[in-house]
């Protein structure tokens, strides 16, 4: 969420908090290496600058897009749009906005360990200038996402495309960074074992997710919907992570990391925003930790050779592989390769050369009868994996 560069604070005189759950949050009396959930009330480029340099796994950004409105906005029944006009979204110029983003994107990148990420979301005014500052800076830009917004504000003058969607940068610290983190193979099985793209198709914050206050106006007027804030977190954090989140606003992050068990920190400027996001996020309650374990994927699985199923007795020499459909048979030998008449190699290559193909992953092409049905050696290496993280144990 976005924080103000002013002073000005907007203490709602009551926040309606719609959870349930226990929690809180207090700002330390020195910062240190052990700063975990708090929200820090000041400026963010000062507050950031406080960190420990290489202390966060995460950051999420949302600053103030610099909307450059134009006056009122009205509907067609002469109503008043509800619109970002906060002392917080005014900027002098393009200068004083570069500046800006210039300051706070290299003081969030000292903070980032080196394997670290950063996701920063923004629309057209500002998206573009926010990408090349960060390019500038060295970041390495992995992807851009879409959010296309299920239910946006319509274009009430009819002189332009609704905008129905916002961009977030998804962003290495640098082009040396190659082991950070991206959750690919929960994200595709919770897609239909489908890849996950970088179009999201998700409602803006509304109903009761949304924090009003008293009067029934909304706390902060570009709060984000958790859903989105649950799938950045998912994709490139793990349960323990810490996320910083310099434009905290009313704490969406906070609450969406304590709720998936990820350590936060926020800053932000505006005290009622502050207090706000305190409250709401102490009604969070953590899911089980069972239920937010990053899941195992097959680069962090030790490696196990087919010869180490020969070597631990689940497979014999002499015993014979086929396929599904029993069309193909090899031979086990000894030193774990496979022989099909004279032709000798590992279980891809043979695999490959009895269907006539290029390629072919052996471990779920052949299989080995095991009390009376055919098992794919993939199963009995899982086995062996399974058995070494118990030795570890």
Not at 371 to 388: F, H, K, P, Y
Request: include cysteine.
């Amino acid at each position: 969420m976005r924080t103000l560069r002013a002073g000005a604070s907007r203490l709602p005189a009551q926040i309606q908090v719609l959870r349930t759950g226990a929690g809180g949050t207090t700002r330390p009396a020195a910062i240190g290496p052990a700063l975990r959930d708090v929200i820090l009330v000041g400026d963010c480029v000062a507050e950031m600058e406080k960190l420990p340099a290489a202390s966060v796994d995460l950051v999420f950004a949302d600053p103030p897009y610099n909307l450059q409105l134009e006056g009122a906005l009205s509907r067609p029944d002469q109503s008043l749009v509800d619109a970002v006009d906060d002392d917080w979204d005014k900027f002098a110029g393009f200068a004083e906005y570069d500046a800006f983003t210039r300051a706070w994107l290299a003081a969030a990148r000292r903070a980032m360990k080196p394997n670290a990420t950063l996701v920063v979301i923004g629309s057209y005014h500002n998206i573009f200038r926010v990408g090349a500052i960060l390019q500038d800076l060295g970041f390495w830009i992995l992807n851009d996402i879409v959010w296309r917004k299920a239910n946006p504000m319509p274009n009430f003058r009819g002189r332009r495309f609704t905008n129905a969607h916002e961009t977030m940068i998804w962003a290495a610290r640098g082009p040396e960074a190659k082991r950070y983190t991206f959750n690919y193979e929960a994200l595709k099985a919770g897609n239909d074992d489908c890849q996950a793209r970088s179009d999201w198709f998700l409602p803006l914050c509304t109903g009761p997710e949304r924090l009003k206050d008293a009067s029934g106006r909304k706390t902060h007027p570009t709060q984000k919907p958790e859903a989105l804030l649950a799938r950045v977190l998912v994709a490139a954090s793990n349960a323990g992570d810490l996320v910083l989140d310099p434009f905290f606003g009313t704490g969406t992050t906070g609450a969406v990391a304590r709720r998936l068990r990820r350590a936060y920190i926020g800053i932000e400027r505006d005290p009622g925003y502050a207090e706000a996001a305190r409250l709401r996020i102490a009604s969070v309650e953590p899911l089980a930790e069972e239920t937010v374990a990053t899941a195992p994927t097959r680069r962090s699985e030790p490696r196990v050779a087919f010869a180490s199923l020969i070597e631990s007795g689940r497979i014999e020499p002499g015993e014979r592989l086929v396929d599904l459909r029993s069309r193909h048979s090899a031979l086990v030998r000894a030193d774990g390769m496979l022989a099909v008449g004279p032709a000798i190699g590992s279980i891809h290559k043979i695999g490959a050369l009895v269907q006539g193909l290029p390629a072919c992953n052996g471990w779920t092409f052949w299989h080995i009868v095991r009390e009376g049905r055919l098992t794919a050696i993939d199963d009995l290496r899982a086995d062996v994996r399974a058995s070494l993280r118990g030795a570890a144990e």
